[in-house]
Nanobody, 129 residues
Framework: QVQLVESGGGLVQPGGSLRLSCAAS????????IGWFRQAPGKEREGVSS????????YYVDSVKGRFTISRDNAKNTVYLQMNSLKPEDTAVYYC??????????????????????WGQGTQVTVSS
């Protein structure tokens, strides 16, 4: 059984920073990709960033490029999302999710939501003055 637990969300002023963590436990050896997603009230869930664990390639949605950075600590089985220069439109519940190693690389790159099988419970990020 796989468990993903996000932490690090909170309230921050515009221009501020937060670092989200996603701690993975259980049968993680079959992971092919890790993604960060977010869902704002009244909006569909969207991909923010993903990492293909097989080749280390990293992907970002255009709206966060240059501001967000995804990284991992293999020893801790943890993936991070460093978020800088936060904007009010970044306000959302942020989720991490894992895709298996059978997932086509293109789906990891495109942050195809249906390809991610295991999800965390989410952490709220609110950007407001």
């Amino acid at each position: 059984q796989v468990q993903l637990v996000e932490s690090g969300g909170g309230l921050v002023q515009p221009g501020g920073s937060l670092r989200l963590s996603c701690a993975a436990s259980g049968f993680t050896s079959h992971f092919g990709g890790i993604g960060w997603f977010r869902q704002a009230p009244g909006k569909e869930r969207e991909g923010v960033s993903s990492m293909d664990l097989r080749d280390g390639k990293i992907y970002y949605v255009d709206s966060v490029k240059g501001r967000f950075t995804i990284s991992r600590d293999n020893a801790k089985n943890t993936v991070y999302l460093q978020m800088n220069s936060l904007k009010p439109e970044d306000t959302a519940v942020y989720y991490c999710a894992a895709a298996t190693d059978a997932t086509p690389r293109l789906y990891i790159a495109n942050m195809r939501i249906r390809s991610y099988d295991d999800w965390g419970q989410g952490t709220q990020v609110t950007v407001s003055s």
